[in-house]
Nanobody, 118 residues
Framework: VKLLESGGGLVQAGGSLKLSCAQSGGTFSSYAMGWFRQAPGKEHEFVAAISYSGNHTYYSDSVKGRFTISRDNAKSTVYLQMNSLKPEDTAVYYC????????????WGQGTQVTVSS
């Protein structure tokens, strides 16, 4: 399974970004998917997850109400809509297969950098 994240960038506080993660080499519709982020010097942090059907979503307390995870199984893609961004959201964002909110794979892709300026 290969994952390719995109959509990051530099945005001012209060702004929005939409991240995408395209999956190939597997049956996307059978995987629960999640977004994680890693700030410099820190471990990967859970951000959001979505069930294989899209019927169930999970969010960390730090992003709840601001971020929305969604998926398009026909496009083998999972999205993360990020609104009301804060400087503390600055990190490299990664997607991964998940078991509820825990990453299923120890292999991470290249990620996409999100930088929020104050």
């Amino acid at each position: 399974v290969k994952l390719l994240e995109s959509g990051g960038g530099l945005v001012q506080a209060g702004g929005s970004l939409k991240l995408s993660c395209a999956q190939s080499g597997g049956t996307f519709s059978s995987y629960a998917m999640g977004w994680f982020r890693q700030a410099p010097g820190k471990e990967h942090e859970f951000v959001a997850a979505i069930s294989y059907s899209g019927n169930h979503t999970y969010y960390s307390d730090s992003v709840k109400g601001r971020f929305t995870i969604s998926r398009d199984n026909a496009k083998s893609t999972v999205y993360l809509q990020m609104n009301s961004l804060k400087p503390e959201d600055t990190a490299v964002y990664y997607c991964n297969l998940v078991d509820v909110v825990v990453p299923s794979s120890s292999t991470w892709g290249q990620g996409t950098q999100v930088t929020v300026s104050s």
